[in-house]
T-cell receptor
Framework: GNSVTQMEGPVTLSEEAFLTINCTYT??????LFWYVQYPGEGLQLLLK?????DKGSNKGFEATYRKETTSFHLEKGSVQVSDSAVYFC?????????????FGSGTKLNVKP | KAGVTQTPRYLIKTRGQQVTLSCSPI?????VSWYQQTPGQGLQFLFE???????NKGNFPGRFSGRQFSNSRSEMNVSTLELGDSALYLC?????????????FGPGTRLTVT
C-alpha cells in the first residue's frame, strides 16, 4: 500500500545552516506530494506542494522537487532561521475513484539555535 | 476566505465521560477529515466525511464516531473516554476535484482526559 517515510528527528541546526529533511514515498499511482509545517500549539499548515514528476514546490525559502525515479520529495532550505523551528510533515495524496486519499509521514522536528 | 475552525480549542474531561468536537471547513470544501495526534503515535487518521457520508475510516474503536451536516460542518464524538484519548484532534478540509488536492487544517482541539 501507499506510505510516506521521512527522516527521524529531532534535527538540530545553527541559524543560517543548510537544511535537508528526507522524504520517500511508495504509491501505486501518480500522487501529489506536500510538505506541511506545524508550529507549537497549532495545526498543520501547507508549506509547499508538487503535483507531478519533476515539479518543484517552493515557499518561504523552502524547496522540494518531486523525483519519481527515486520516489523522493526532500525538503531543503539554504539558510534556516530560529523561526523555522517546528515539526515538518511530508504527505502524499492520491486519487482513488471519486475521492482523494491522504498519507502522512511521522513528522520531523527541527530545532534551530541562534 | 476564513480557514478551518475548530471548537472548542481546549477541553478537559474525566474518564468515562463523552465529548463532542466541532469543525467548520473552508467555504466550498465538502470533504472533512479527522486526525488524532499524540507524541507517541504521530498523526493518525480517524475518518473522512463527504456529503454527509462517511467515506473512509481509520483503525479506531467504535467509541469514536462522527457525522457531517448538510452545510459540511462536522462533529466527532468520543464516548466512554479513556486516559489514552488525550490528544490533539485535528480537522482538515479539502476541495474535491479531479486531481489530488491538498488538505487544509484547523488549529485543533486539545483534549485532556483525567
Amino acid at each position: 500500500g501507499n506510505s510516506v517515510t521521512q527522516m527521524e528527528g529531532p534535527v538540530t541546526l545553527s541559524e543560517e545552516a543548510f537544511l535537508t529533511i528526507n522524504c520517500t514515498y511508495t504509491a501505486t499511482g501518480y500522487p501529489s506530494l506536500f510538505w506541511y509545517v506545524q508550529y507549537p500549539g497549532e495545526g498543520l499548515q501547507l508549506l509547499l506542494k508538487a503535483t507531478k514528476a519533476d515539479d518543484k514546490g517552493s515557499n518561504k525559502g523552502f524547496e522540494a522537487t518531486y523525483r519519481k525515479e527515486t520516489t523522493s520529495f526532500h525538503l531543503e532550505k539554504g539558510s534556516v532561521q530560529v523561526s523555522d523551528s517546528a515539526v515538518y510533515f511530508c504527505a502524499l495524496s492520491e486519487r482513488r475513484g471519486n475521492f482523494n486519499k491522504f498519507y502522512f509521514g511521522s513528522g520531523t522536528k527541527l530545532n534551530v539555535k541562534p | 476566505k476564513a480557514g478551518v475552525t475548530q471548537t472548542p480549542r481546549y477541553l478537559i474531561k474525566t474518564r468515562g465521560q463523552q465529548v463532542t468536537l466541532s469543525c467548520s471547513p473552508i467555504s466550498g470544501h465538502r470533504s472533512v477529515s479527522w486526525y488524532q495526534q499524540t507524541p507517541g503515535q504521530g498523526l493518525q487518521f480517524l475518518f473522512e466525511y463527504f456529503s454527509e457520508t462517511q467515506r473512509n475510516k481509520g483503525n479506531f474503536p467504535g467509541r469514536f464516531s462522527g457525522r457531517q451536516f448538510s452545510n459540511s460542518r462536522s462533529e466527532m464524538n468520543v464516548s466512554t473516554l479513556e486516559l489514552g484519548d488525550s490528544a490533539l484532534y485535528l480537522c482538515a478540509s479539502s476541495l474535491e476535484g479531479r486531481s489530488a488536492s491538498e488538505q487544509y487544517f484547523g488549529p485543533g482541539t486539545r483534549l485532556t482526559v483525567t
